[in-house]
């Protein structure tokens, strides 16, 4: 016999950790919007020193991909 009360249901422990995440949501979504805003601005010194070596490169290619994930996780902040 399970030691688990009756009404406790595998859907509502579900349901008690989308509450916790969707906590989460907004200073996630504000971290990506702010990251979208700040992010450019590394382009300007990366880009002015060269892109000659292979480590700059993987640099900047780091740095858009970066900017990207932040792009769509924050593009619902101010929803």
Do not use: C, K
Not at 24 to 41: H, K, N, Q, T
Request: hydrophobic share 50%; net charge neutral.
């Amino acid at each position: 016999m399970s030691n688990q009360p009756l009404h406790e249901t595998p859907m509502r422990r579900l349901a008690s950790h989308a509450d916790g995440l969707s906590a989460l949501r907004r200073p996630v979504e504000a971290l990506g919007f702010w990251s979208a805003v700040v992010l450019p601005f590394l382009y300007v010194p990366l880009v002015l020193s060269g892109l000659e070596s292979a480590n700059t490169w993987i640099a900047f290619v780091a740095l858009v991909l970066l900017h990207v994930v932040s792009l769509v996780v924050g593009r619902g902040y101010h929803d």
